[in-house]
């Protein structure tokens, strides 16, 4: 439905480029705020950064937006390595730096796994961040998922 009212926004008003730009970066990033708040985090990190690309002054937004969440998700996203467990953190350390939000980033800085996990655990805290933190958000999502016939 936004979609249409978009649409007919823009071909009635003749808005120029820039500004159809600006409105459609906001219009995913909506969509972000609701794939989040009905517990499909992935989806809401792709609307989010589909957002970016279509209007970069939403950078801080978005990558607040995405680092808020990839903090949010330590309590959901346990797992039995503590150095995997929180490379969570690392990876919205790096979201917060490049929304310069240099306070969320000191937070998350601060939850970083010791020396000491690392030298127990002999792991790489960014080798699974990622991988981890995508598999969590797959796991979490509200439907199941279809397996390959």
């Not at 008003?13 to 708040?37: H, I, P, T, V």
């Not at 350390?93 to 655990?121: C, G, V, W």
Request: charged share 20%; with cysteine; glycine share 2%.
């Amino acid at each position: 439905m936004k979609l249409i009212w978009f649409i007919l926004t823009v071909l009635s008003l003749n808005f120029n480029y820039s500004m159809a730009q600006n409105l459609a970066g906001k219009d995913y990033l909506e969509l972000a705020e609701m794939q989040r708040k009905a517990g499909y985090r992935a989806q809401a990190r792709q609307y989010a950064l589909k957002a970016y690309t279509m209007d970069n002054s939403l950078a801080k937004q978005v990558f607040t937006f995405v680092g808020d969440m990839c903090m949010a998700s330590y309590a959901d996203c346990k797992h039995e390595n503590p150095v995997i467990a929180k490379s969570i953190y690392i990876v919205a350390y790096h979201y917060y730096m490049r929304a310069n939000d240099l306070e969320k980033a000191a937070q998350a800085k601060a939850q970083f796994p010791s020396r000491e996990e690392i030298f127990t655990h002999q792991q790489s805290p960014q080798n699974e961040s990622i991988t981890h933190l995508v598999d969590c958000w797959k796991k979490q999502s509200p439907l199941p998922m279809k397996d390959k016939d």
